[in-house]
């Protein structure tokens, strides 16, 4: 009986620990399994960049910024939106601030709107490629260098889209 007790013990404490280690881990294993598969509105990522074919298509893109409850930070973008043609590369700031008196860095996810304008949106550079450190008080612009993909203007799923909306969501790494 002891033994059973025992092994019962065990197995609730490991069950807990796996959930535990599970909870931390959740944003990045969510981030990289959307960047890899393309889901829920993943943007792609251009590792070497090649002069996009351009397109004629124009598209109005908005931008949305958010923070996580326990990240003292101000993130805003620029400008909330600017109108794009397909194959011109773009680039715009977001602007982020750490409230707090200790440095913090902290680490962002990424997705567009509607989701199916996820494959047509490429990535040159951004932010959101690396963790940023804030120190307290301090203000940094952040850069996102993105194109629309000229295929875009051949894909008649796209035809109802002339809106989309790329979304950042800041999480705290850790305190320094």
């Known amino acids: 009986m002891h033994n059973s007790n025992t092994k019962l013990a065990l197995s609730i404490v490991l069950l807990f620990s796996s959930m535990l280690i599970l909870t931390f881990a959740s944003v990045p294993i969510y981030n990289l399994f959307c960047k890899a598969m393309g889901f829920g509105g993943t943007t792609k990522r251009e590792e070497s960049f090649l002069k996009p074919q351009k397109?004629?298509?124009k598209i109005i893109i908005e931008f949305d910024a958010n923070i996580e409850p326990d990240l003292p930070w101000k993130f805003v973008p620029k400008h909330r939106r600017t109108e794009v043609t397909t194959g011109e590369n773009s680039l715009i700031f977001y602007e982020s601030e750490n409230l707090a008196k200790n440095d913090i860095i902290g680490t962002s996810v990424y997705n567009v709107t509607p989701d199916k304008a996820g494959k047509y949106f490429v990535k040159v550079h951004c932010f959101c490629f690396e963790?940023?450190?804030?120190?307290?008080?301090q203000k940094m612009l952040m850069p996102v260098s993105f194109?629309?993909?000229s295929d875009l203007d051949k894909d008649p799923e796209m035809d109802d889209v002339d809106r989309i909306t790329l979304s950042y969501s800041f999480f705290k790494v850790r305190d320094l």
Not at 131 to 137: D, I, T, V
């Open 147 to 149: 194109y629309l993909h």
């Open 55 to 57: 397109g004629t298509r």
């Open 131 to 137: 963790e940023q450190l804030l120190k307290a008080g």
